[in-house]
C-alpha cells in the first residue's frame, strides 16, 4: 500500500464509520481526493507510517471501531496499537470467544432479547457492561435479526442508536463461520425456551 492508499483508506474508512450514507464496500473503499491534496498534508508522514504497517485496513478498523480516532497521528499511541493487538487476538479465536459469551446470557432466550417498557433489554445491557462483545452481539443479531424489533422497541434515543449504527458499520468487517456460530448458540444452555 502506498502512503496515498493509505490515506484514501484512512479517509474512507473515517467517512464509514462516522457518516451514515458513506458505505465504505459499496464505494470500493474510494473517496474524492487528489494525489495533489496529499501532498501538502503537514501530517502525511503519519501516512507513510500506516503504509508500512503489515495489516493497515485491520488496524484502521479496530481502532476506528474501539477508539475515538480524531487525527491520523492517534492511530500511532500505544492505546491504539494495543487495540490493534487485542482486537487480533480476538478475530483469531471468534468462535471461541463467541461460545463463551453465549454463557453470560440467561438461561431463559427470549429474556435476553425483550424489551419492556421501551429499556434496553438484558443482551444490551451486557454489551454496555462489557461483559459480551461487540462481534457477539452482532454475531447473534446475523443469526436472529433482534434489531428490527429493538429499533421499535427500545425508546432509548441515544446510546441504542449510535450501538446500532456502530453495529451495522462493523457488521461487514467481521469473518466467522455462520454455520458453526448457529449450531453452537443451538447447543448451548440458553437455548431452553
Not at 63 to 73: A, E, L, R, T
Not at 129 to 149: Q, V
Amino acid at each position: 500500500m502506498s502512503p496515498f492508499e493509505a490515506y484514501q483508506t484512512y479517509l474512507a474508512l473515517k467517512q464509514h464509520f462516522t457518516k451514515p450514507s458513506y458505505d465504505f464496500f459499496k464505494y470500493n473503499g474510494k473517496v474524492k481526493v487528489q494525489q495533489s491534496s496529499f501532498e501538502v498534508r503537514k501530517d502525511k508522514y503519519q501516512f507513510y507510517k500506516l503504509s508500512k504497517h503489515k495489516d493497515p485496513l485491520n488496524y484502521l478498523v479496530s481502532n476506528f471501531v474501539y477508539n475515538d480516532i480524531k487525527w491520523i497521528g492517534d492511530l500511532f499511541s500505544d492505546p491504539s496499537k494495543d487495540t490493534y493487538t487485542q482486537w487480533q487476538k480476538y478475530q483469531q479465536s471468534i468462535t471461541y470467544n463467541f461460545t463463551n459469551e453465549l454463557n453470560k446470557l440467561l438461561t431463559k432466550f427470549n429474556e435476553n432479547f425483550i424489551v419492556t417498557n421501551g429499556q434496553h433489554p438484558h443482551l444490551l445491557k451486557l454489551y454496555r457492561t462489557h461483559e459480551i462483545s461487540l462481534e457477539t452481539l452482532i454475531i447473534l443479531d446475523d443469526i436472529l435479526g433482534f434489531n428490527k424489533y429493538w429499533n421499535k422497541e427500545i425508546k432509548d434515543t441515544i446510546l441504542w442508536p449510535s450501538i446500532y449504527q456502530k453495529m451495522v458499520k462493523y457488521k461487514p468487517f467481521i469473518s466467522y463461520d455462520k454455520i458453526k456460530c448457529r449450531k453452537i448458540l443451538k447447543s448451548s444452555k440458553i437455548w431452553d425456551i
